[in-house]
């Protein structure tokens, strides 16, 4: 059974620093990896997607990796605004189902 | 193009009543998730539908809930005799399917759902 896995739950950074943000899965038969961002009371906002055959995607300050055969993925945040402030969920793609989540890491970035 | 769209935002129900979310997916999209998250947890795939057919329904509650995406209109979740346990952010998602592996799943602002 699928697990994915986000560490850490929280994180608190002062504005400017670079951080990055962990996602773990248990079975490597995935499609793809996603990472959303979800603002408070909102709905999810698409950052990357990472097929299964790709080792990273990049998007302005935002770079995220995947290493399927250990079941990994990262999300590098550059020079982090408070405007990243926001709940960031990791999910992946097991063949011909749905989205798999984790629960989530709740970033604050301090001005 | 408008993206997902759900209504109503937020809905509040007794213990006993009716709920039902509504879903229209984006313009093209034949494909439909429906997601729950409650309290402090992840999302959890409830149900997929494409136009009139249910296709996976292995997240569901086997009792009081239902789904259902018909012809023409919005994607219907109807959860019967609802529960507080039932209080929880809805997440509608769709697709153009067609395009896999490549699919992105497009959100809806969600639903969120109180039971006194």
């Known amino acids: 059974k699928q697990e994915v896995t986000q560490i850490p739950a929280a994180l608190s950074v002062p504005e400017g620093e670079n951080l990055v943000l962990n996602c773990s899965f248990t079975?490597?038969?995935?499609?793809?990896l996603q990472w959303f961002r979800q603002d408070p009371g909102k709905g999810l906002t698409s950052l990357l997607l990472i097929q299964s055959s790709q080792r990273e995607q990049t998007s302005g300050r935002l770079n995220a990796s995947l290493d399927k055969s250990s079941g990994r993925s990262t999300l590098y945040i550059a020079a982090s605004q408070p405007g990243d402030s926001a709940t960031y969920l990791c999910?992946?793609?097991?063949?011909?189902?749905?989205?798999?989540f984790g629960k989530g890491t709740t970033l604050s970035v301090s001005s | 193009n408008a993206g997902v769209m759900q209504n109503p935002r937020h809905l509040v129900r007794r213990r006993g009543q009716e709920a039902r979310l509504r879903c229209s997916p984006m313009?093209?999209?034949?494909?439909v998730y429906w997601y729950r998250q409650l309290p402090e947890e992840g999302l959890k795939f409830m149900v997929y539908?494409?136009?009139?057919?249910?296709?996976?329904e292995s997240g569901m509650p086997k009792e009081r809930f239902s789904a259902e995406f018909p012809k023409e209109g919005p994607s219907i979740l109807r959860i019967q005799q609802v529960v507080r346990g039932d209080s929880a952010a809805y997440f509608c998602?769709?697709?153009?399917?067609?395009?896999?592996?490549?699919?992105?799943?497009?959100f809806g602002p969600g639903t969120r759902l109180l039971v006194l």
């Open positions: 998602a769709s697709s153009d399917r067609d395009r896999q592996p490549r699919e992105t799943q497009y």
């Open positions: 079975d490597s038969a995935i499609y793809n």
């Open positions: 539908l494409q136009k009139e057919n249910i296709i996976d």
């Open positions: 999910a992946v793609r097991p063949a011909g189902t749905a989205l798999i």
């Open positions: 313009k093209g999209h034949s494909h």
